[in-house]
């Protein structure tokens, strides 16, 4: 296991159309966070889950957004009706109690 | 007002300069804290975390003030390969969440 990993890493998609992003975080770490980060910007948090519940949901995420970990494992991130401001990278984090916060490459969203 | 806000820079520095960057955090209850470095068009990475001690790593040096509510990052002997973003981290709700400030641009020259 080399670390986060997030698919795919580029996807353009035109507007209302919806995508779907997966993660996979590193073995056995049972913490993991979304993050939307946009040019000059730090990321901006979405979503945590704990194994598999959801635990916390940021109030920036609209309904059209949609993320899940079904068997506390991999996780998918589903932006439904895309619009251009949903253009943005969406990265992937994985920790434990005891370790910082390991991010993957991200996945650019480029909405046309 | 922002939970965690830092100056975004850029600075630009000569090589072999000493920098610093500060960042304040409105969140008292706020528990861990950390500075992130964020390479052009890549992830972010843990630099370093921050205790209340303090703590210094090479030429790295991390400071908290949990009065004032800031963080501050030293570099010493500055590098051309120091030029990134450095972002900084604060967690609350236990850990849970991890809250960025907007990052600060460091550019390193010759």
């Known amino acids: 296991d080399t670390g986060v990993s997030q698919d795919p890493r580029h996807k353009i998609t035109k507007r209302g159309q919806n995508v779907t992003f997966r993660c996979d975080p590193i073995s056995e770490h049972n913490r993991l966070y979304w993050y939307r980060q946009t040019l000059g910007q730090g990321p901006e948090f979405l979503t945590y889950f704990q194994n598999e519940a959801q635990l916390e949901k940021s109030r920036l995420l609209s309904d059209r957004f949609s993320a899940e970990r079904p068997k506390g494992s991999f996780s998918t991130l589903e932006i439904q009706r895309t619009e251009q401001g949903d253009s943005a990278m969406y990265l992937c984090?994985?920790?434990?109690?005891?370790?910082?916060?390991?991010f993957g490459q991200g996945t650019r969203l480029t909405v046309v | 007002r922002k939970e965690v806000e830092q100056d975004p820079g850029p600075f630009n520095v000569p090589e072999g300069a000493t920098v610093a960057f500060n960042c304040t955090y409105s969140n008292s209850a706020s528990q861990s804290f950390f500075w992130y470095r964020q390479d052009c068009r890549k992830e972010p990475k843990l630099l370093m975390s921050?205790?209340?001690s303090g703590n210094e790593d090479g030429r790295f040096t991390a400071q908290l003030n949990r009065a004032s509510q800031y963080i501050s990052l030293l570099i010493r002997d500055s590098k051309l390969s120091d030029s990134a973003t450095y972002l900084c981290?604060?967690?609350?709700?236990?850990?849970?969440?991890?809250?960025f400030g907007t990052g600060t641009q460091l550019k390193v020259e010759l």
């Open positions: 921050v205790y209340s």
């Open positions: 981290v604060v967690t609350t709700g236990g850990g849970n969440k991890l809250t």
């Open positions: 984090a994985s920790a434990t109690l005891r370790t910082e916060a390991f």
